[in-house]
Nanobody
C-alpha cells in the first residue's frame, strides 16, 4: 500500500525555520518524484517544490526559492523540506505527493494533477 506521511509542522515566528518530513512507504523514491504543495485558507493549492531523487533534480517556486531546500534519504525513504526565513505568507497546510518518474513542473512549481498519491498534510503557521 502506498502511503505518504508528513510531519514537522508547527507554529514559529517570522524568520525562524522548520523542517518538514515526508515518509514514503509502498514504493521507492528511485521510482517516484516527490512534490510539496501548500494551501492556505481561502486560497488555491500552490506547488512549492519537487525532487526527483533518481535524477538528482530539484525545483522550487519563485516564492520559496533561496529559502526552502529539498533533500532525500533513500535509506529512510524520506524527503525533507527545510524551510528557512519563514514569512507569515508561508502559513498553510503543507502536503507531499508522489508522481511516478520525474517532476512535472510549470515555472519551477509542481503541478498537482500529475501526482498520484497524497499525504494528509501538516500545518505550518508563521506569526509576525
Amino acid at each position: 500500500e502506498v502511503q505518504l506521511v508528513e510531519s514537522g509542522g508547527g507554529l514559529v515566528q517570522a524568520g525562524e525555520s522548520l523542517r518538514l518530513s515526508c515518509a514514503a512507504s509502498g514504493f521507492s523514491l528511485d521510482d517516484y518524484a516527490i512534490g510539496w504543495f501548500r494551501q492556505a485558507p481561502g486560497k488555491e493549492r500552490e506547488g512549492v517544490s519537487c525532487i526527483s531523487s533518481s535524477l538528482g533534480s530539484t525545483y522550487y517556486a519563485d516564492s520559496v526559492k533561496g529559502r526552502f531546500t529539498l533533500s532525500s534519504d533513500s535509506a529512510k525513504n524520506t524527503v525533507y523540506l527545510q524551510m528557512n526565513s519563514l514569512k507569515p505568507e508561508d502559513t498553510a497546510v503543507y502536503y507531499c505527493a508522489a508522481e511516478r518518474g520525474s517532476c512535472t513542473v510549470a515555472g519551477g512549481s509542481p503541478v498537482f494533477y500529475a501526482y498520484d498519491y497524497w499525504g494528509q498534510g501538516t500545518q505550518v503557521t508563521v506569526s509576525s
